[in-house]
């Protein structure tokens, strides 16, 4: 039996792309399409494939979302993000969802060909990019999650006095905060501290 395949993304000419670089692999069958992670929630319920190609940004329910609603549900499903994001947070995220893979859009097709036969064997797949990135931050001390807030707040524009009162706490705390933030993220400024943010994958919400 071929290897029954579910892609979701938002851009149809990507799924569309998918498809058509599927269809000459004998087995390799692609089952289904959908735009977001509702409906392709609901069609995986209706075909039960044995891959699920999730992306990681879509409007309304995100790609985490997706896998941990996901694997929820359903605790063999096997599922991989593919994606134009790097990151060690994007991939750290996912794979911690429930994630069975972590491949980037710009694969080759070799290399998509190979995660969707290694996943569906059992195994874990992370683009080798991702791969270096990961390894880059390994045992870097994550932010927590007032520390997360901050830094979403600051990529909002706002300063710290805004930044206290939004969260009932002092300048001096925010200022402490802060430092931390940039001292973990090895920055030395907000523009830097929201552009590594970013890169990484800890303001995921910025690029959507």
């Not at 149809?12 to 058509?20: C, D, F, S």
């Not at 805004?162 to 993220?185: N, Q, W």
Request: aromatic share 2%; net charge neutral; charged share 25%.
């Amino acid at each position: 039996m071929p290897i029954r395949v579910l892609t979701i993304d938002d851009h149809p000419v990507l799924r569309e792309g998918i498809a058509a670089m599927l269809s000459n692999e004998s087995d390799i069958e692609v089952v289904g399409g959908e735009s977001n992670a509702e409906a392709g929630l609901d069609a995986f319920r209706r075909l039960l494939p044995d891959i699920t190609l999730m992306d990681l940004q879509m409007p309304g329910m995100g790609g985490l979302e997706g896998v941990r609603t996901l694997r929820g549900e359903y605790t063999a499903a096997r599922v991989v993000i593919l994606t134009t994001f790097r990151g060690d947070a994007n991939a750290r995220d996912s794979m911690a969802a429930g994630a069975a893979g972590y491949l980037l859009k710009s694969a080759l097709r070799d290399e998509l060909l190979d995660c969707i036969r290694k996943v569906h064997a059992g195994g874990r797949y992370v683009s080798a990019e991702v791969c270096a990135d990961v390894a880059t931050h390994l045992g870097n001390e994550l932010l927590t999650p007032r520390e997360l807030r901050i830094l979403q707040l600051l990529s909002e524009g706002k300063e710290n006095k805004r930044v206290a009162s939004d969260l009932g706490i002092s300048i001096e705390t925010v200022k402490s905060h802060v430092s931390r933030i940039f001292e973990k993220l090895g920055c030395h400024n907000r523009t830097e501290a929201i552009r590594i943010g970013i890169r990484r994958g800890i303001l995921r919400q910025m690029t959507q």
